[in-house]
């Protein structure tokens, strides 16, 4: 990142379009959970824990390889996969009440 803000309003400027960004991704990756939902036959296959463990090594290789802190990437992920998991365990049983 070779940007150098000239002002506070300018880093606000900044980190407000990359907030748009980043709640774009996070709308279409809680679609993809949402789908998810329907391929799993249970509430621990939602929860998914070795699955969690493979995300978090992988984005903080991630994070070390595109310059980001690693220990803030983790909490960050860890935080929005309980959050999603949440979500995807209502669509889950929502499904398992739909007939059919």
Do not use: T, W
């Not at 390889?65 to 209502?90: C, K, W």
């Amino acid at each position: 990142m070779d940007v150098h803000c000239q002002s506070l309003a300018e880093v606000r400027a900044n980190i407000d379009r990359i907030d748009r960004q980043l709640v774009a991704l996070l709308a279409e990756r809680g679609a993809f959970v949402a789908q998810a939902a329907r391929f799993k036959r249970n509430s621990e296959e939602v929860k998914a824990p070795q699955r969690v463990e493979q995300v978090i090594a992988k984005v903080r290789e991630l994070a070390q390889a595109l310059g980001a802190n690693p220990d803030v990437v983790e909490p960050v992920y860890r935080s929005m996969i309980a959050a999603f998991i949440q979500a995807e365990l209502a669509e889950h049983a929502a499904l398992a009440q739909q007939p059919g």
